[in-house]
Every structure is written in structure tokens, then in C-alpha cells.
């Protein structure tokens, strides 16, 4: 019985040697996509980090602008239970923590039009418009100009 | 050890042969064991008492410990498939400095006597794991602010407790935070508040109503126990 198992092994390891070296050196040149063999470059090096910038409060750019948030805002949860920016920007809250307000906009029910009590649904996820202060130059080169107050 | 119970003792229960066999071997057995030896010197039993003690209170505590790891944790599905992988990511479990916090560090106590009142409390949560209480993701979404509530409760008894395992005012150097970290904490040591106050959905999310609740349970625990 042993000597059954032994040669099985041995023969099954010696197939496996032989397919081993028997097989191509690499196979990812045999890789082929729509787009022909595709280049991937070595190293595409680490994305830039773009800190947040709290030296003070950024201006707006026009009247509409949705303000920029002067904090991380990385660790505050927006999902379907809950927003945290509410603890401290929604009414009575905002009192006592000494935060601005979002603004009465945000309390009108975009479809029916009617004020709520609560932020309105259509204006949940904050960070759909607010973002974060930080020093990121524009990633497209444009002649945008902010909006000159008076003229 | 020779049992001297049949004949020669006074005043002692003899088991007589034709009661029943396990009857008479508990009682055997207990007379045994009030009964001083002939054949074993007092520091032998005394040595071997010393020996089977630690080895007895060592085997307690290695269960006690292992009951207190992230692996038996997260052994139950309840735990490993909401709180657990909520709690992946989060700043606890990956960050800067790779100093990590896992289940037991934040929900058990550390010092002996409050951990082993809150191992015992923890028959609570075995029984309603037989229920199966939470053993659905809607069963435990439907519970969740209810268990946030007794985790926030606890903390604000224990004046959070198990934060300050690890995070201490005292340690706080408040120049190295931001801004509003550092008005935030010094206001907070002025008016002697503690740290769940402020830092709920740590690791974990929050439920809905949360900030409700918070609310409510602020305000009933200033009137009961008078302003934070």
C-alpha cells in the first residue's frame, strides 16, 4: 500500500516538475486586451495629498457658492441614518456649539416646495457641494474669475 | 487515602451496603474528604493544594483573557458581520500611527474587578444570542439605537472609562491639536465633561435618532445627577 502511494506521489510531483518548466516563462505577455498589449507603467508613484488648509476662513467666488468647510470632514458619517454635520449646524444645536447654520434654503422641500422642520431629503449629503478648504490648483487650466463685488 | 467510615466512628452517617451505590459514594466521599490523612504530610497537601491553585487559577484566567479578544469577538456573526466590519477602516483599527484598539480595549474594563462584573454581565448578551435577537442585518439595524444607548449610558457612568485606557487629559498636549480639538478639550476639562459626550460613532455607526437620543440622555443625566 505504501509503495502504491509513494510511487503516486513521486509521479505526480515529477508531472508537476515537467509542466513547470515545461510552461512559458511569463504569461503576462500573452495578455491581450481590446486596446492591444497594454503599457502599464513600472510606477505610477503616490497621488498628491492636498492638506486642509486652515489658515482662516476661504472667500467665495460668487454669491451662490455653497461655503467651503473649515474642518476635516473625513470622520463625520452622511448615510442614510444619520448626518453628524447636523450636530452641530442644524437648529437648537448650532447655538450651543457655535457653529453657522445651514441655511433656511436647505429646510424647503425641493418637490412640494413647503418648509420642514428638519433638513430637507434633496439636501442631505452636505458634501455634494460643501467641501473642504484645502490648496488644490485647478486640475484643467481655465480664465474662471470670481465675482467683483459692486461692478 | 483510607476511608474509615464503615466501622470505629462515632456520631458519623455509615452507609450500609444495600443503599444505593451513589448515595454511598458521595457520602464516602465526603466523609473522605473531612476526615484528616494517616498517609499525607500536611506540607505535601499543602504544596500540591499550592500547585493545583495556580494551575487552576492560571486556567481561569487564560479563559477569561481569551473571552477578551477581537478573535472570540468577532467569533459570533451578530458582531463580525455589522459591528465588526463597520469598525474596519475606522481611525481605531487603521491610522497614522498604527496603534490599534480593538474590541476589548474599548468595551471591557480593564481593571480585574469591573471586567469580571462585565464578563458576568455578558451572560446577557449569550442569552439573546441563543434568542437570536440581532441575528439578522435588520434585526440589529431595528436594535441598534437601543444598544448605542446602553453603551452610552455605561460610559457616562463610568465617566468613560475605557477611553481614558488609552486617551488621557492629563496626557493631552492641547499645542499639538487643531484648533477646534483644543477649544473643544479645554472646555471640556473647565466643565468637567467626559469624552462620550462629544466622540459618539467612533468606530461604529451611528444609529438613527442618535441625535435625538443624545439629547435626551444629555438632559436626563443633568437632571438626575446635576450639570455634567
Known amino acids: 500500500m505504501t509503495k502504491i502511494l509513494i510511487a503516486l506521489v513521486s509521479s505526480l510531483a515529477l508531472f508537476g516538475l515537467a509542466f513547470i518548466l515545461a510552461s512559458p516563462a511569463s504569461y503576462s505577455a500573452e495578455v491581450k486586451s481590446l486596446r492591444g498589449a497594454p503599457d502599464i507603467p513600472e510606477s505610477a508613484g503616490a497621488e498628491k495629498i492636498f492638506p486642509r488648509d486652515a489658515s482662516g476662513k476661504f472667500t467665495k467666488n460668487y454669491r451662490q457658492q455653497p461655503p467651503l468647510v473649515p474642518h476635516k ?17 442644524d437648529w437648537p444645536r448650532n447655538v450651543e456649539e457655535n457653529a453657522p447654520k445651514i441655511s433656511e434654503t436647505h429646510y424647503v422641500d425641493r418637490r412640494t416646495g413647503k418648509t420642514l422642520d428638519r433638513v430637507a431629503r434633496s439636501r442631505w449629503f452636505c458634501t455634494q457641494c460643501h467641501v473642504p478648504q484645502t490648496d488644490a490648483k485647478p486640475l484643467v ?11 | 487515602m483510607t476511608v474509615d467510615s464503615k466501622n470505629d466512628e462515632a456520631g458519623g452517617a455509615h452507609p450500609s451496603a444495600d443503599v444505593n451505590d451513589k448515595q454511598g459514594l458521595i457520602k464516602r466521599i465526603w466523609h473522605a474528604l473531612w476526615r484528616p490523612t494517616t498517609r499525607y504530610s500536611l506540607g505535601a497537601l499543602l504544596i500540591i493544594g499550592f500547585v493545583v491553585g495556580i494551575l487552576f487559577w492560571g486556567g481561569f484566567n487564560w479563559s477569561l483573557e481569551m473571552t477578551n479578544t477581537q478573535t472570540f469577538c468577532v ?9 465588526y466590519r463597520e469598525y474596519r477602516g475606522s481611525v481605531h483599527d487603521t491610522n497614522a500611527s498604527g496603534v490599534r484598539a480593538s ?17 458576568i454581565r455578558a451572560s446577557n448578551e449569550l442569552w439573546h444570542h441563543f434568542l437570536g435577537t440581532i441575528n439578522t442585518r435588520e434585526k440589529f439595524e431595528a436594535k441598534r439605537l437601543e444598544l448605542a444607548k446602553h453603551v452610552w449610558t455605561t ?61 435626551e440622555l444629555n438632559e436626563t443625566w443633568n437632571k438626575v445627577n446635576g450639570n455634567n
Not at chain 1, 143 to 150: A, C, E, L, N, R
Not at chain 2, 103 to 119: F, G, N, Q
Request: proline share 3%; hydrophobic share 30%; charged share 35%.
Open chain 2, 155 to 215: 460610559m457616562k457612568k463610568t465617566d468613560s472609562r475605557e477611553y481614558r485606557n488609552c486617551h488621557k487629559f492629563e496626557a493631552m498636549d492641547v499645542t499639538l491639536q487643531e484648533r477646534r480639538a483644543r477649544n473643544r478639550h479645554l472646555e471640556a476639562t473647565e466643565k468637567g465633561m467626559t469624552c462620550i459626550d462629544c466622540h459618539k460613532g467612533i468606530a461604529h455607526q451611528l444609529p438613527k435618532g442618535a441625535l435625538d437620543a443624545e439629547r
Open chain 1, 141 to 151: 487650466k481655465n480664465t474662471f474669475k470670481p465675482v467683483k463685488i459692486g461692478q
Open chain 1, 73 to 89: 470632514v473625513d470622520k463625520y458619517e452622511i448615510d442614510l441614518k444619520i448626518n453628524q454635520c447636523m450636530r452641530c449646524h
Open chain 2, 75 to 83: 467569533g459570533c456573526h451578530e458582531m463580525e458581520q455589522n459591528v
Open chain 2, 103 to 119: 474590541c476589548p480595549d474599548c468595551h471591557v474594563p480593564r481593571s480585574w474587578i469591573h471586567k469580571v462584573a462585565r464578563k
